[in-house]
Each structure stands twice: as structure tokens, then as C-alpha cells.
């Protein structure tokens, strides 16, 4: 078996704040380096670049009817404002309406909770000049960080533009009070570091086949992270364990994917630099969210259907309850599957108000031992199934209605390039 007290410990011991591309998360991936050095198994940091925004200064004012300036911070790696900031008429953009899409021009605008494609898209398209997003709870006004967001490649790419982020309360503020005009200085030095992807071999005993076993393990800041993802780190040690002192039949791949956090750019620098390599590999199982107290266990099949069939039949057969379904999950899993690697994410997901990710509230205390083990225990006779197969029963094939599906996770449109 494996060791339940070490994947525990491991458990708590990476449970701090460990953001893509800083020391700290450099300072995980060398902790599990060093846990797999104990149980005999060699590992490598694979690198990739990542920016990252070294903030200057970042001031939001509102301007008319009063003056009074507001608590924000810039999205790292957005565009600069002039030295003395820009002024102009402030917006509420609602949501990407054709009204609001035709108001929204020349505007600084507020827009609800958190920035995505979709959103941003329509967003830039309208012309407005700068962006103001929030978060927090209106009902727990101060329980709440202060978000430090990001401007992503993939939006810079449509158009970079200044944006904050402000505390929800102060949102509310700005349209309740009538404000009709803002300045927004943003300035910061963009640099280029680096994220790493720990990656382990266990050798097969048989073929070149290979299956590979993500689990991201960044954090998002403020966050301890330890639900979303240290569960899914520890899942792939004990396997790593397990396997360590059972050969599998077939090749497994290890890797502990960096800053997924950031828009899975762990997995996809994977795909990426290995693509010459990817004919062998024949399956991806991604773990992101498991052992909570409470939740529901899902396994998200970005596969044909036979993956779904075997999932739902061996919980019934061990008696493990689960719902398998074929769809894109958000995560490391949906860059392998980009790649026409059948792919699929095992996670026990938390009901509302259950254990929530992405802030300070991610700790190790909504989490249970017993549902961790039991998670793990079911993902690992899983994967001896697979690891040991007599051939790998997954058709290596990724469906079309998965493929669109993909795309449209990836808000590519069609014939657009990958
Ligand atoms: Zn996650």
C-alpha cells in the first residue's frame, strides 16, 4: 500500500501560500522533490517562463460628485496609464449586452466579479479604456483579501488595457452614490520568471505506452491552498508510492503541474515541450480537489464514452459512489485532452457554502482524512486497472463533441488556431 501518515504530513506541511512563479511555489515543487528522494524516486524541474508584474503604484479616485480615493490593486501585467493617470466618465458594465457593449466607450468600467474571456472579449470590442472588476462578499465585507489579479496573456492578447480590482463593498459604493467620473493610475515593470513542473518516471515492465498523472501544486495568493490543490498533490505521492513498490505493466509520467492557477500554464508548457513525445502517452488522470469533508465525488471524462462506462462501473462494483460524466473540467486535465490525449479529472467537489477555494478560507480544517484516504484508495485501484491493463482499454481518440467542447472552454472560435 501506500503511506496514509506521510501523504497526510505531506498534506500539511505544503499547505501555504505558493503562487505560480514565486520562491514559495519553487519551495513546494522542491518539497515533493525531496519527499519522492525518500521513497527512492528520482525527479526533474522542467522550467517555463511565466510573467509577472512588479506593481509601482496603482491608485483608483473617484472624481465626481466628490472626491475620495478608493482601496485597489493594478492586475499584474496590465497596461500602464500615463504618468498622471486617466480620467473619464465612469460605467457600470453590467454584463456584455448590446446596451451595455454600445454605452461602454471611452469609459472607465465596472464590471461584475471575475474578468473571462467571453466577458473580455465584448469588453475590449466596445472601446472602453480601463477596467475596474471586484471581489469579496457583500455580507462579510472585511472576510475578504483584496484580489490580486491578473492580466492574462490570452486577454492581453485580444487588447492590454489598466485594471484593478476593488473590495465588492467599494463597488457597491460607486453605484450607489451616483459616481459619474474616475482617474485610474496603473504602473508596473513587466518581467519574465520561471514556473516549474516536477515530473517523476515509473518505468513499465512491458511496451512504450505511457500514462500520465497530473495534479497541480500552485496556489492562488492568500490562499494556503490546501483543498484546491495540496489534496491532489499528496493523491499523486501516495500513488507514486504504491507504484514505486509495484511495478506497473505500463509507463507512468508524474507531474506535478505548476502555476495551473494562472490558466493551466503547467500543462500546457508540458504538452507543449514534449510534443514530439506524446504519440505514447495514452491516457491522462488529473486529480485537482479532493478529501473534503463534505462534497460529492465526479470524474470529468474529456474522452469517448467508454471511459465514463468503466468509471461508473467500478464504483459500483468497489462501492465507492461517484458520477462520472463526459465534459471539460477546468484544469490540467484539458490541455492533454487539447492534444488528443483522452483525459480525465477526479475531484470531490464541496457543496455551497461547504468549503469554498480561492482565498484565505482554503485550509486544512474543511478537509477529513477519512474522505481523503477514500478518494485516494478508489483513484488508486483505478489506475492499477489502467496501469496494469492488459491493453489500455481507452481508445486513444478524443470525440468531436469533446473537441468543440474544448474550443469553447477555450473561447476559440471556429478554425481558429490552437
Ligand atoms: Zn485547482
Redesign the pocket.
Known sequence: MYNQKKTSALLKTMSFERFGGTKEELKCAKLIQEELKKIKLDSKLESFPVQMGNIKKAKLEVVAPFKIDIECNAYMCCANTPAKGIEADFYYFEQASEVNVKQAKGKICLVNGYVGMKLYKDFAKAGAIALISFNGNIDFPNGYDLDRREMRKTLAGIKNIPAVNILVKDAMMLIEKNVSKVKLTTIQETTTVKSHNVVCDIKGTEGSDVIVLTA?YDSVRFSKGAY??ATGSVCLYALADYFSKNQPKHTLRFVWCGS?ERGLLGSKAYVEKHKKELDDIKLCINI??IGSTLGKRIAVCTSDMSLVNCIDYLGKVVGFPISAKQDVYS?DSTPFADADIPALSFARITPNGGGDIHHRYDVLEHLSDRYLFEDIDFILEFTKRMANAYIIPVPRVVPQNMKDAIDAYFCREKGEKK
Open positions: 497541480h484546491d490543490n495551473e485537482d480537489m484544469s
